[in-house]
Protein backbone atom coordinates (compact mmCIF):
# COMPACT_ATOMS: atom_id res chain seq x y z
CA UNK A 1 0.00 0.00 0.00
CA UNK A 2 1.49 3.00 -1.35
CA UNK A 3 0.40 6.72 0.66
CA UNK A 4 0.68 9.77 -0.39
CA UNK A 5 1.14 13.33 1.55
CA UNK A 6 -2.32 13.89 1.18
CA UNK A 7 -3.21 10.26 2.95
CA UNK A 8 -0.46 11.12 6.03
CA UNK A 9 -0.66 15.00 6.59
CA UNK A 10 -4.60 14.65 8.26
CA UNK A 11 -2.67 11.70 10.85
CA UNK A 12 0.30 14.09 11.22
CA UNK A 13 -1.69 17.01 11.90
CA UNK A 14 -3.65 15.23 14.49
CA UNK A 15 -0.65 13.77 16.12
CA UNK A 16 1.22 17.09 16.60
CA UNK A 17 -2.12 18.95 18.10
CA UNK A 18 -2.30 15.95 20.25
CA UNK A 19 1.39 16.08 21.77
CA UNK A 20 1.04 19.84 21.61
CA UNK A 21 -2.06 20.04 24.06
CA UNK A 22 0.16 17.51 25.93
CA UNK A 23 3.14 19.55 26.13
CA UNK A 24 2.68 21.99 29.07
CA UNK A 25 0.69 19.32 31.57
CA UNK A 26 4.21 17.02 30.99
CA UNK A 27 6.62 19.22 31.96
CA UNK A 28 4.53 20.24 34.90
CA UNK A 29 4.40 16.86 36.25
CA UNK A 30 7.90 15.50 34.78
CA UNK A 31 9.83 18.14 34.01
CA UNK A 32 10.65 18.54 37.89
CA UNK A 33 11.52 14.76 38.44
CA UNK A 34 13.70 14.57 34.83
CA UNK A 35 15.62 17.06 36.39
CA UNK A 36 16.51 15.88 39.09
CA UNK A 37 17.55 12.68 37.86
CA UNK A 38 19.35 13.91 34.57
CA UNK A 39 22.74 14.55 36.14
CA UNK A 40 23.02 11.52 37.81
CA UNK A 41 22.18 9.37 34.91
CA UNK A 42 24.58 10.69 32.45
CA UNK A 43 27.26 10.59 35.35
CA UNK A 44 26.23 6.84 35.41
CA UNK A 45 26.72 6.61 31.59
CA UNK A 46 30.06 8.27 32.34
CA UNK A 47 29.11 11.51 29.48
CA UNK A 48 31.40 14.25 29.34
CA UNK A 49 30.20 18.21 27.99
CA UNK A 50 32.26 17.23 25.04
CA UNK A 51 30.01 13.61 24.11
CA UNK A 52 27.65 13.67 21.36
CA UNK A 53 24.28 11.71 22.77
CA UNK A 54 21.29 10.62 21.18
CA UNK A 55 17.54 10.35 23.05
CA UNK A 56 16.03 7.72 21.69
CA UNK A 57 12.72 6.68 23.30
CA UNK A 58 13.48 7.49 26.91
CA UNK A 59 10.94 8.96 28.06
CA UNK A 60 7.18 8.20 28.12
CA UNK A 61 5.91 10.96 25.56
Known sequence: ????????EPFTEFE?????RAA???HDHWGVLSAQSAVPMLQAARV??????LDVATGAG
Do not use: L, P, Q
Not at 16 to 20: A, S
Not at 48 to 53: E, F, G, H, L, N
Open 24 to 26: GAY
Open 16 to 20: RNGWE
Open 1 to 8: MTFTSEDI
Open 48 to 53: KASDRV
